[in-house]
């Protein structure tokens, strides 16, 4: 289970804040058996990158602290990095009491596809309200298990040679910024 508690927030601009040092992965040794857990903050949820080093380094559930608003493509960014990622995403975000915040606090399972099922589903949960509180979602690890070892999102056919692109420092236009920092 996910007990996400919102309370404080200090408001700043996005070209101000600084992205996390790294990404971890550990084991936690739950009630319901071991799960591999991964933290981003919500700035690195801004980029795909940080949500697929995390799946490679074997999480199978994202903690997402947040401190901005969750709107639709806030949103959709989360579900994007659950479905790719084939792992579930849980993102705890201030109540709309704390200035540029409103709640919204999410868990994304990342199962797109469930057995006998023909279409493909949401993978949204749960989503809390706008206000302060304590809220419990369930993920059911065993099928998210199930649907990684099957599926063909995650790790099982990436083309890593292909991306090393990826990897370089070059930044061209339009996306040079004077205010830049590694």
């Known amino acids: 289970m996910f007990m996400p508690k919102c309370i404080l927030v200090i408001s700043m601009w996005k070209k101000n804040l600084t992205a996390g040092k790294s ?11 071991e ?15 940080s949500a697929r ?5 074997g999480a199978e559930l994202i903690l997402v602290p947040n401190a901005c608003p969750m709107e639709i493509n806030r949103l959709s960014q989360l579900r994007a990095r659950a479905f ?48 302060e509180g304590i809220y419990i979602s369930e993920l059911d690890l065993e099928q998210l298990r199930k649907y990684r070892e099957n599926e063909v999102f995650g790790n099982a056919y990436r083309h890593p040679k292909k991306y090393k692109l990826l990897t370089e420092l070059k930044i061209d236009k339009p996306f040079i910024r004077n205010d830049y920092r590694e």
Do not use: W
């Open 23 to 33: 990404f971890y992965v550990t084991t936690l040794d739950t009630s319901c058996g």
């Open 35 to 49: 799960v591999k857990i991964g933290a981003m903050i919500c700035y690195d949820r801004e980029f795909p990158e």
């Open 53 to 57: 080093i995390l799946m490679l380094k």
């Open 84 to 131: 790719e990622n084939m792992l579930a995403i849980a993102t705890c975000n201030y109540p709309e009491t704390v200035p540029d915040c409103n709640g919204n606090s999410t868990v994304f399972d990342g199962v797109v596809y469930l057995p006998n099922e023909s279409s493909s589903r949401d993978t949204c949960i749960f989503q809390a309200g706008k206000a």
